[in-house]
């Protein structure tokens, strides 16, 4: 029955009604406006009720759906709080909209800033929010370090079977000729640019590397326009019913200048560059590779072991019993991290006669399910992550020393310090506006 119920929360019943910008702004006006005046029940009357919602502050991220999602803000809404808006956009497709803005909010003990996503379904005639994420937060007390320049460790992706190299997210500029359309799902789609658009780097010599090391050396041809995102289920269902391809393409290309938008050039490589993940200015110094070695048995044991000593895991164990109070459930997993679909993973690195260990481990489906995840990072015996909230998920694929810094690595993302503490602080990994559940 859960798996029917789930069907169902995730199949937004689309018919022939066009969400209007209108709708969308008179949505986002009294979204504002509840929350500012600490309307609770205006603002709960505001969400569809197929939702799911990714809510990040600083580095804690946590992930609900409907009723989860109103009990945490039932809590917010006690206290005094005030929410501002600026740089909104809109995008309209059929019976759905997607809101993009950049949001500040503001409490007696608390500020952040960030860009938050809403995406909007009718429902019942009347525009509802399906998806809320604060894509990220920044602590408006805490300052973050410029981004990495990408020609010192930039990120490979694979767009219609070729690798691409991207160099930044939103973009502006002319397409050079007419786009093409890549995939429905994830949506994708990229067009050639003028050089001058974005500076022009065509010539320039790039090594790119795997996760054993150097794979080949390349050199950069041609900028692109991509755009690349994983839509919602009723976009893709309002593109199958009632959208042309160039319609397609033409919305997509739309969004250039957000975050699903990126620079990206192609390449001519000199030798075989699959498997390519990232990529380095070829005139620059060598990077250094740590040997990896997965933990198995009582090595990874001892290692989840560690990573249940830290105040996070004991936050998540307190919030797995509640559920298990709430939900009625007597048996079954005492510790949350066994609890249903269990994913841990444990490596050890070995670089300049250091030990590193890598520790992640996800476990239950959420959507209405328990579900938690969390990770840790130790230099030799120290722990290198933030104890509480290190962010989302996060478990790499490498660890490398570059320019004197240790980097660890997914094939999207990469963590690196900030005050001596381990963060994700740079990727790739495309928006997902699609219901989980």
């Not at 859960?2 to 018919?15: D, H, N, Q, T």
């Not at 240790?406 to 690196?416: G, I, M, Q, T, V």
Request: include cysteine; aromatic fraction near 10%; charge should be positive.
């Amino acid at each position: 029955m859960r798996l029917i119920l789930a069907l169902v929360i995730c199949w937004p019943m689309l018919g022939a009604a066009q969400l209007q910008r209108a709708d969308a702004d008179a949505l986002l006006a009294a979204w504002l406006k509840a929350q500012n005046e600490g309307d609770f029940a205006a603002y709960s009357a505001l969400y569809a009720q197929k939702f799911s919602g990714v809510k990040r502050a600083g580095r804690r991220v946590k992930r609900y759906a409907r009723a989860g999602w109103l009990k945490d803000r039932g809590a917010m809404f006690k206290g005094k709080f005030t929410v501002e808006v600026e740089d909104v956009t809109a995008r309209l497709s059929g019976a759905t909209a997607r809101l993009s803005f950049v949001q500040t909010w503001a409490s007696k003990r608390y500020k952040d800033r960030g860009t938050k996503l809403l995406f909007l379904v009718l429902e019942g005639g009347q525009a509802r929010i399906a998806r809320e994420e604060m894509v990220d937060s920044e602590v408006l007390a805490d300052a973050a370090e410029a981004p990495i320049d990408p020609l010192r460790w930039g990120f490979v992706v694979e767009s219609g079977g070729e690798p691409l190299l991207i160099f930044k997210r939103g973009i502006k500029g002319a397409c050079a000729s007419a786009p093409k359309l890549i995939s429905r799902s994830p949506a994708e789609a990229r067009c050639p640019l003028q050089p001058q658009a974005e500076g022009d780097l065509r010539g320039k010599a790039v090594d790119l590397y795997g996760e054993d090391g150097r794979l080949c050396r390349a050199t950069l041809k041609a900028p692109q326009r991509l755009v690349k995102f994983q839509p919602h289920f009723g976009q893709v269902q309002a593109w199958s019913e009632r959208y042309t391809e160039p319609q397609i393409i033409e919305e997509l290309m739309e969004q250039a200048d957000t975050s699903d938008g990126f620079l990206a050039y192609t390449i001519e490589d000199e030798g075989s560059c699959t498997g390519a993940h990232w990529f380095r200015e070829a005139k620059r110094p060598p990077v250094i590779f740590a040997s990896a070695q997965p933990l198995s048995g009582p090595e990874a044991d001892a290692a989840l072991k560690a990573l249940r000593a830290l105040e996070g895991w004991r936050l998540r164990q307190a919030d797995f019993k509640r559920f298990k109070a709430e939900e009625g459930h007597k048996g079954g997993a005492k510790k949350w991290d066994i609890y249903n679909r269990n994913d841990l993973s444990a490596t050890r690195y070995q670089l300049g006669g250091e030990a590193f260990t890598a520790v992640s481990v996800s476990a239950g489906a959420g959507c209405g399910d328990f579900g938690e995840r969390l990770w840790g990072l130790w230099r030799d015996q120290r722990l290198i992550s933030d104890p509480k909230h290190p962010g989302d998920l996060f478990t790499p694929k490498g660890l490398i020393k570059i320019d004197g810094e240790l980097f660890f690595l997914e094939h999207e993302r990469l963590s690196r310090p900030l005050r001596g503490v381990y963060e994700i602080r740079e990727g790739v990994k495309i928006n997902d506006y699609d219901c989980p559940c």
